[in-house]
């Protein structure tokens, strides 16, 4: 796995685990806000622009993280936050390792599996993957996922650089994962944030979590979407971040 890193190695540290298909410049922003007072490490996942190896399970994702943040941090950082398809790597994570953090922000993760949509995937993507490379139908989808208009390039590029086989792995991952009740364990204190206009899925997800493991809190972000909060609203997230480390949420 590879990794983008930002301030100096002296400064406790902040790790993000972008979103599925997109990569480093998802949190790109967040790191250069927060650089002055921490070192903040953002891991390329597997089977993304700029990884190193293909994608195999979110657990593997899992399991590559916690054994580097051993081998270069003492077992343990101060913060993780986690997009989508990251935040879903983070729910895995502190699942499997309690002590790992002391503050995780889970983003927009579904820990609810969909068989429907998973056993759909590969057919699908099977017939239609020549689609993303196609400049205009990149286009319609990243209007689709309401991201900023300036970070266009950055999608296209990485998205066309994603094989089809690791895509139909991601996507089958993300629509099968299901939270494991070792979450309950994790010793982190954790934020859960969510659009106000995400799909139900997501929602569930959120209360589930909140289920299982109590004392962990929910803000639901009046008008966003999904995955506008860290990708769109850098300065609001920063805050939040800054507001959780500080213990006043």
């Not at 190896?53 to 343990?76: K, P, Y």
């Not at 590029?157 to 994962?177: F, G, H, P, S, W």
């Not at 995400?198 to 009046?222: C, F, H, Y």
């Not at 850098?234 to 800054?242: G, K, L, N, Q």
Request: proline share 2%; aromatic share 10%.
């Amino acid at each position: 796995m590879n990794y983008r890193e930002y301030g100096s190695e002296n400064k406790e540290v902040i790790m993000f685990l972008h979103g599925g298909g997109l990569s480093w410049w998802n949190y790109r922003e967040e790191a250069e806000m927060l650089q002055d007072r921490y070192r903040v490490v953002i891991p390329i996942l597997d089977g993304h622009s700029g990884s190193d190896r293909h994608f195999t399970s979110i657990e593997d994702n899992a399991a590559e993280i916690i054994a580097f943040i051993d081998e270069h941090f003492g077992g343990s950082v101060l913060m993780i936050g986690g997009l989508s398809f990251g935040a879903q790597i983070l729910v895995e994570i502190l699942s499997e390792r309690k002590d790992i953090c002391r503050h995780a922000l889970v983003e927009s993760a579904m820990v609810e599996p969909s068989q429907f949509t998973n056993s759909m995937i590969k057919s699908a993507f099977g017939s239609s993957f020549w689609l993303i490379k196609q400049r205009w139908f990149a286009k319609l989808q990243f209007k689709s996922m309401h991201m900023k208009p300036e970070l266009f390039e950055d999608y296209y590029r990485d998205t066309c650089a994603v094989e089809k086989e690791d895509l139909i792995a991601l996507l089958q991952a993300n629509t099968a994962y299901e939270l494991k009740e070792s979450f309950k364990d994790s010793q982190a204190d954790v934020h859960i944030y969510i659009g106000q206009k995400e799909n139900k899925g997501i929602r569930a997800s959120a209360l589930q979590m909140q289920s299982v493991k109590p004392g962990t809190s929910l803000d639901i972000l009046p008008r966003l979407y999904h995955g506008e909060f860290s990708i769109n609203h850098a300065d609001d997230y920063v805050r939040e971040v800054e507001l959780i480390l500080n213990g006043v949420k």
